[in-house]
């Protein structure tokens, strides 16, 4: 390859060659113009000397000599200063030979080779001048290059292709930029070698991943394993973790058996990333269930709860709903701390949604959380879920909610395809910029058999001490009827005859008696007007009483006490039913 030929056709440098030759004919002329000045200077100079006396001739040497110095020489300058060279005066070849990075020079449509530096030699091998490129520059090809090679010829525009590994394992980023030859248009291929940043920049990603990993573990480590299965309710969770891209967050939720038939739902979004949100999120779930075996209404969680996140990490807050499904009442009482509304879908296919009462996320004090119900009769559906399911980057939230009443009208079926419908409705992947969680519950309408597991009683306790021998009447004959084994059944009317006597004892009106079974389980719980909650005592030989608790602890399951919305208490306990 004739590269004095190339060279006159790189970018700019005709301008420069230009330039260069109108400095040199400046520079003559004015050297020339100095050489005649000095001369003249010099002549004169003889000449003072020659007419005038001493002291005469050195005024005038000093007035000739001094001065033509001066302007030949600036201050600093040498006399014999050679001139600075010009990128001209330098061998392209020479240089591009010496080049670290990889350099190839292809011309015309089928890209022949005309160069390849040491460099490229050394890293793929010596190249045949004038081969096309699609058969010696096969490294090129298997990168993808050769299109990027006809693109560049096209525009006459240089392009970039960033880190790509070659065979070998080294990485390299290519520039490929247009130049002007005589048959018609070349490219210069440079590579540079980002092989070190490229490694760098893996191990990051691994490091990256490795975290994430340890986030999603830890995350869903903490979530419940195994959903518990209330008697009267259908529940199914579903957690996803966003795409790759982000980081995982500390969404959470959870289901928990209160006891007397009725079910705690939460769930929860720390509002933060990584293993330090998913740490905050385990300690939240932790204390939840420690404060729901308390049996508190839900907006006295929430405001236990927003203590203990200001405690746990003051810079992080959380989002929570807190709801209660109770069977006797057909209601879901819940209470929100800055969390998304809950939504209702009747058995008719109304929607509702709890709005309001809400409060601050926890964690930011000094606010009264309270408590609001939503209607929840056999054959409704509701769901729970977090921002992640109806938040859009490009959307108002308050769309993303409306298209989730929107799904959730046409979702059937039972809790787990609803979460997946709901799921594909709105369009999550597993590629989402965010963590979702959703818990869904339904409320199954029973009919024939199956309702008939399902049966419950109540009774008015009207008057004073002759309201005990009614009681124990009606739980008989209740008990009778639904055709328990005796033993069950003679616990159950001690079991009631005892609840009745302690709040006869201590409590106030009105009082009521509700006998309550399920397929799984018997519960008897006695409610009245005094809200002071009893506790298992440990009796002495000779106190008359304070042993009614005692026993109902010792015959049944469970046992526990709550107070009621209204005023008052409930005290239940229940018994397992034998396995048919």
Known sequence: MNFTRWSARFPGTQRRAAARSDRASDGAAGRAADRAAGRASERDADRAAGRGSDRGADRGADRGAVPAARAEHPAGEPDDAAPTPAVEDFAVRGILDRVPALVALVHGPEHRIAYVNDAYAEAFGPRPVGAPAHEALPELAELGLLPLLDQVLRSAKPRTVKSRKVPGGRSYTFTC???????????????????????????????????????????????????????????????????????????????????????????????????????????????????????????????????????????????????????????????????????????????????????????????????????FPPGATAVLYTDGLVERRDEDIDQGVAALEQALAGATGTPQVVCDRLIRALGVTAEHDDDVAVLVLQHPKRTGADAERFRGAALELLGGVEAAPRARAFASGVLSSWRFPTELHDLGVLAASELVANSLQHGTPPMRLRLRRTDRRLIVEVTDGDDHLPRRRRAEPADEAGRGIAIVATIASSWGSRRTPGGGKAVWCEFALPRE
Not at 207 to 234: F, I, K
Not at 343 to 366: I, N
């Open 177 to 375: 930029t247009p130049l002007d030859t005589p048959d018609g248009g070349g490219v210069l291929v440079f590579a540079a070698d980002v092989t070190d940043q490229a490694e760098a920049a893996e191990r990051l990603r691994a490091s990256e991943r490795r975290h994430r990993e340890a986030a999603v573990t830890l995350q869903r480590s903490l979530l419940p394993q195994e959903l518990e299965g209330p008697d009267d309710l259908r529940v199914a969770a579903t957690y996803q973790p966003g795409g790759t891209d982000a980081a995982v967050g500390g969404d959470w939720y959870d289901v928990i058996t209160l006891g007397g038939g009725r079910t705690a739902l939460v769930i929860g979004d720390v509002m933060g990333r990584g293993v330090r949100a998913a740490a905050v999120m385990g300690q939240l779930r932790t204390a939840v269930r420690a404060y729901a075996r308390l049996d508190l209404p839900p907006h006295e969680v929430l405001q236990l709860l927003d203590g203990l996140a200001a405690e746990i990490d003051a810079s992080q807050i959380a989002t929570c709903v807190y709801a209660v499904h109770d069977p006797n009442e057909g209601r879901l009482t819940y209470a929100s701390a800055g969390h998304l509304p809950v939504l209702v879908r009747d058995d008719e296919g109304g929607l509702h949604r709890a709005d309001e009462p809400t409060g601050p996320p926890l964690g930011t004090g000094g606010w009264m959380h309270t408590s609001g119900s939503l209607p």
